[in-house]
């Protein structure tokens, strides 16, 4: 690894990094909402609506994500709508983060034994606040494992960003090996930094469930 080329490119491989912290977050702020919207709503089993859900998940699903990317990209403009490479970016990565973690967060909302709901009801207690106080306590647990690996997996897939003009951590890293010849030190540098964050999330997820341990006490520690 040569040293002093990473630091001649260390400004770019900051800013490129940077860009994908912008991107992951962003991504996580948009899909969370919009998956909790969707799993809700399929967990309602209102009739059409449900049917609707059902095929546009597991249509964005099915697609590959760089395909996704593409789609709303290019194929934006052929509908009048321009989008800036990073706001497609995390449109396109939000949608399929999104119809993902939906499946993970229904699962957990239908691992419930649907008698909490029935008893919530027979106190009074009106569907919202069954959701927030009966229901979603115990889900939490069930939900929080596959939506960090989710989440974990949203950070590495920010990466296809570079595929559409953003200036992200792999395209500032492949624009440096390019010029310099050297792909070992900047594809070295660029997958530590991915490991750092993908770390730092997985220390996250192990101090949240610690704290949904002691919380709720639903569900004893992991040996």
């Keep these: 690894m040569d040293?002093?080329?990473l630091a001649e490119y260390a400004p770019s491989m900051l800013e490129g990094f940077l860009t994908t912290l912008e991107i992951s977050a962003a991504t996580l702020l948009l899909a969370t909402p919009v998956a909790l919207a969707i799993a809700v709503l399929r967990e309602a089993r209102i009739p059409g609506l449900n049917a609707a859900l059902i095929v546009l998940?597991?249509?964005v699903r099915l697609l590959p994500a760089v395909i996704v990317l593409?789609?709303?990209?290019?194929g934006g403009p052929q509908l009048g709508l321009r989008f800036d490479p990073m706001v497609a970016a995390i449109l396109g990565l939000g949608t399929m983060g999104?119809?993902?973690?939906?499946?993970?967060?229904r699962g957990g909302l239908a691992a419930i034994d649907q008698g909490q709901y029935a008893a919530a009801r027979a106190l009074g207690m009106s569907p919202a606040r069954t959701f927030r106080r009966v229901i979603l306590p115990q889900a939490l647990p069930l939900i929080l494992p596959p939506y960090m690996t989710r989440a974990i997996i949203m950070v590495k897939g920010s990466s296809l960003a570079s595929m559409i003009a953003v200036n992200d951590l792999t395209a500032a890293a492949a624009r440096a090996s390019s010029i310099t010849y050297d792909p070992f030190t900047f594809i070295v540098t660029a997958g530590v930094l991915y490991l750092a964050v993908s770390g730092a999330l997985v220390l996250f997820q192990g101090w949240a469930e610690a704290r949904l341990r002691r919380r709720y006490r639903l569900y004893p520690k992991r040996v």
């Design 3 to 5: 040293l002093a080329r």
């Design 57 to 59: 998940v597991n249509l």
């Design 70 to 74: 593409f789609l709303v990209f290019y």
């Design 98 to 105: 999104a119809a993902y973690m939906s499946e993970d967060i």
